[in-house]
């Protein structure tokens, strides 16, 4: 895991590219990205597209999901994060292929 904590308004495709460029250099297979503002359509469409096309994956976790933490703790990040994993898991289908 590589992970990326921002304190930003805004989150750029240039941001989530540089951590992209580190996953691979360190052999990370998934980058959790942490901001208390919000991702960029374009971030968002990056990161399913990494996860459609490669062994990547990109979680964004941004500052809706901070809030929900402050107001009701650790259940509501688990639950953002089970939900984000059926979506990634949906995104990743085509690259399993079926054995039987």
Known sequence: WL???KNTKTVEVSDIAKEVGMAVVLKAQVILMVTTGRFTKTVRT????????SALQ??????????KYQE???AAVIEWLREN?????ALKKSQVQ???
Do not use: P
């Open 85 to 89: 994993a059926f979506g990634v898991l």
């Open 3 to 5: 992970i990326q904590c």
């Open 58 to 67: 990109a979680v964004l976790l941004d500052g809706s999901v901070l809030k």
């Open 72 to 74: 009701q703790g650790a």
């Open 98 to 100: 079926d054995v039987r």
């Open 46 to 53: 990056y990161a399913n597209g990494l996860a459609e096309s």
